[in-house]
């Protein structure tokens, strides 16, 4: 690492002279480490994609937030980043002990679309929500099923190295073979979490994992292709691993993915590139935590979850829910709430105006920027980052400073201050009024006379609508 320091195109990273890193938390050693490009101004940047059987809930944008957030971070040091970003479209078992159906086949049946129909559908929507959430498009977007022969030739060469067996159902991965197993999740010395159940069928260890799953007999899986092992299909852990390497080599930068990928899926990707190519695949390892509904977990699978649109449904503005989250750490937990996200939208609201009343940009303000730097290299303290924002609406100084230091910011908060513009429409007042008495009839729970006053504003040409910060009157377009 010293002469990647010293050299050259290292002194080209930090924009400032005070000399300021950046640090990041490695979940590998569990500590804050100092983050140097393995090949400066490059970063190669993977983060594992949404499982495509359903919806993507708002606990899985929060992922990908905090990715898009230490993107930008990165760049606003210098680097330039290839942000590598995975669809899982098949291989995802419903336990990820490797048992049960292909998450992809289930959904299937519960959608009664085919597989490949349900995997686009749901790739489509996963694109816009980030999208409406202002996360910049992936240099490359990847998709496990374009990527068979790649996974077959990665299970190959693990084979060949000899860490694999064959069972009745496929290829499995021996991982007592590895003398570091599992040393990401810390896990005990018998490879395991405490406290948890494995299903072993055929397997020789409670960690081993499939690497390649054969299709059952005489049933025609939707999704299978031959391979030297017979007809099947790969195992979930292999796609991240051979895409990740393909396209950013057998060692790059940072892999990142939510908590939850630590104990199996992280630890697999790196036991698989291990065997093969003998590195650790990434050189910082990072995790976003999780968002919990009532303290408890957010998931697909289980029970209710919210998505951006039932956000959108309520009255609610993406941007609202980007600030939401850029308002606590990636590494803690976040519980969601309704109330939470009514002061997410003020707050977004005020700094808005806020910004926009500052009129035209001048010169940033240097001390501020240095605030700022020190605060988003410091583990992508945003909470902090935000805070210095408000600290800028109350301090003297110019507003054509102010305007461009929150710009700058901007860089990274990608709320989109520079474009916002108040509703400049003139409503009115008597149109106002009507919306004002709906609002005292609903007020009162009077619905019949607030859905009359509703008639009668819709009749003059204008549309109300109940958002959280009160009602909004438009012209019907
Ligand atoms: P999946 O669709 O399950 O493959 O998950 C897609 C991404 O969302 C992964 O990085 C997961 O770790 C992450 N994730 C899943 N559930 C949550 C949650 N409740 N909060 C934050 N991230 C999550
Ligand atoms: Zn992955």
Redesign the pocket.
Known sequence: MTNIRQSGAHSRIFRYKNGMTLQLYDTYTRSLREFVALHPPHVGLY????????Y?????????IFEDILRRVLRYNGYTVTHVQNI?DVG?LVSDEDTGEDKMEKGSRRTGMTAWEMAALYTHHFKNDLRQLHVLEPTIWCQATDHIPEQIALIQCIEAKGYTYRTSDGIYFDTSLLADYGRLARLNPEGQQAGVRVDMAEKRNPTDFALWKSSPPDTHRQMEWPSPWGMGFPGWHIECSAMAAKYLGPFFDIH??????IPV?HTNEIAQTQACYGTNLANFWM??????LSDA?????AGEFLRLQTLLDRGYEPLAYRYYCLNSHYRSK?NFSWQGMDAATTSLNRLRQAVYEWGAAGLPDQAFLDRFQTQVNDDLNMPRALALAWELLKVDLPAAAKKATILVFDQIYGLGLAEWQPNLEIIPSHIIQLAQQRQAARDAQNWAEADRLREQITVAGYTVQDTPIGPKVRTIS
């Open positions: 983060a594992c994609g949404l499982t495509v059987y359903d993507a809930h708002i606990g899985n944008l929060r992922t990908y899982t995802h990142c993915g939510g908590e939850d990928h899926h995790h976003g935590y999780f968002l919990q977990k957010m998931s697909k699978s976040l």
